[in-house]
Structure formats: structure tokens, C-alpha cells
């Protein structure tokens, strides 16, 4: 069981905006939430680390945001290649597993 | 351009061991910790263990310690990450990941991704 929690999946029309959310212990411990996009046979991208940075070449429509023990990731004008699964991660502080990931959550296009 | 390149998997036997290697280029190896993540469809994405730039850390998830040993040959840019006493749910697809760290730390999140090397375990 993740210890990090995401809904399971997330849908909106192109051009909307969608919110995704990740929450749990450790994003409300440390400033170290990253989030990867995942398309379907492809590794994992970061998208968004320690909360808010975005690494270079990284649409501007993606943004990372934290409020106490939940993080969110906000794709704005969502577009068809949007359509991903998103996982939140985050460093633990914890020596029996340093960093854990969320569930996963699938964004749908209408 | 950076590029990791997985290899290494196919079939264990329960109880067996497997190496993975991962090849890296494009950026300076011995400056960077390097991370395994494998991943399942039911369990999804998980964190393995850590080797830092110079080799005297390593971290290991307690679903793998004592088990799986991580190691790197920074003259030949290349990860390793050594599998015994494989089980059932050790199977996955694992990545090699570079720690996005420019300073020779660990920051624990995940810039770069090889392709993924699939593990089965099966008699």
C-alpha cells in the first residue's frame, strides 16, 4: 500500500484545467515532492520537483503547488498528449524506505 | 543528451539471482547518485535503493535489504544492482534512474530514466 495518496484517475476537457492531488505524511514533512508523467510502455518523466521547480523543457502548463500535508499538480490547457498516468513521489526521512511514490492517477481527456 | 540504458533481465528462479546493469552517457556518471525503481502493474512505481557518486552510500528499501546489493564501476560509467534470493514479488520492470543532485548528493528525485529492464521470477 502507497504511502502516498492520489486519486485514481482525473478527467476534463481539452483546455480545462485539472488538479491532481498527493497526500501523506512525508509531503507534509519535506519540501521534496517530484512529479512524473508516465505514458503507456515509456519510462517515467519528472515534471515537477521540490514542489514547484520545473526542469528545463517542461511545458509551462504544468505547476506543482503544497498546502500542509497534500501536494498538488495543476495541468493547465489540457491537450491530447496530457493523457498520462501522473505519480506523485516524495523523500520519506524514513531509513527503512527513503522515498516513496503515489498510486498513480490516469488524466482522461472528454 | 543523457542516456541510460538497462540490461540484464529476464527469467530468475524463485530463490535465484539476477544482475541488472545500466550504461550510462551523456553526463558525468561519477558526479551523480543513481537510484533503481522498479515497477509493477499492481503495486506500481516503487523505490529500490540509492548508491551516492562516490559509493559509500547505499540505501536499500526494506522490501530488498539484505537481498539486493547496488553497486557502480564509475570507470566504465556503469550501475549495477546484484538480485539474490529473488521472489515472487521482486518481479517488476526496473529503471535505473540518475538523482537530479548536481553537487554529488542525494536529493531523491529522479531526473533521468533508462528504458526499464523487465524481471520474471518463475520455476
Known amino acids: 500500500q502507497s504511502a502516498l495518496t492520489q486519486p485514481a484517475s482525473v478527467s476534463g476537457s481539452p483546455g480545462q484545467s485539472i488538479t491532481i492531488s498527493c497526500t501523506g505524511t512525508?509531503?507534509?514533512?519535506?519540501?521534496?515532492v517530484s512529479w512524473y508523467q508516465q505514458h503507456p510502455g515509456r519510462a517515467p518523466k519528472l515534471i515537477i520537483y521540490?514542489?514547484?521547480n520545473r526542469p528545463s523543457g517542461v511545458s509551462d502548463r504544468f505547476s506543482g503547488s503544497k498546502s500542509g500535508s497534500t501536494a498538488s499538480l495543476t495541468i493547465s490547457g489540457l491537450q491530447a498528449e496530457d493523457e498520462a498516468d501522473y505519480y506523485c513521489?516524495?523523500?520519506?526521512?524514513?531509513?527503512?524506505?527513503?522515498?516513496?511514490f503515489g498510486s498513480g492517477t490516469t488524466v482522461t481527456l472528454l | 543528451q543523457v542516456s541510460l540504458v538497462e540490461s540484464g533481465g529476464g527469467v530468475g528462479q524463485p530463490g535465484g539471482s539476477l544482475r541488472l546493469s545500466c550504461r550510462a552517457s551523456?553526463?558525468?556518471?561519477?558526479?551523480?547518485?543513481m537510484h533503481w525503481v522498479r515497477q509493477t502493474p499492481r503495486q506500481g512505481l516503487e523505490w529500490v535503493a540509492v548508491?551516492?557518486?562516490?559509493?559509500?552510500?547505499?540505501h536499500y528499501a526494506d522490501s530488498v535489504k539484505g537481498r539486493f546489493t547496488i553497486s557502480r564501476d564509475n570507470s566504465i560509467n556503469t550501475l549495477y544492482l546484484e538480485m539474490t534470493g529473488l521472489r515472487p514479488e521482486d518481479a517488476a520492470v526496473y529503471f535505473c534512474?540518475?538523482?537530479?543532485?548536481?553537487?554529488?548528493?542525494?536529493?531523491?528525485?529522479?531526473?533521468?530514466w533508462g528504458q526499464g529492464a523487465l524481471v520474471t521470477v518463475s520455476s
Open positions: 534512474a540518475k538523482d537530479g543532485h548536481t553537487g554529488g548528493g542525494i536529493i531523491y528525485h529522479f531526473d533521468s
Open positions: 551523456g553526463f558525468t556518471f561519477r558526479t551523480y547518485s
Open positions: 548508491i551516492s557518486n562516490n559509493e559509500k552510500i547505499q
Open positions: 512525508s509531503v507534509g514533512a519535506y519540501n521534496s
Open positions: 521540490d514542489v514547484v
Open positions: 513521489g516524495s523523500y520519506t526521512g524514513i531509513i527503512t524506505t527513503l522515498h516513496v
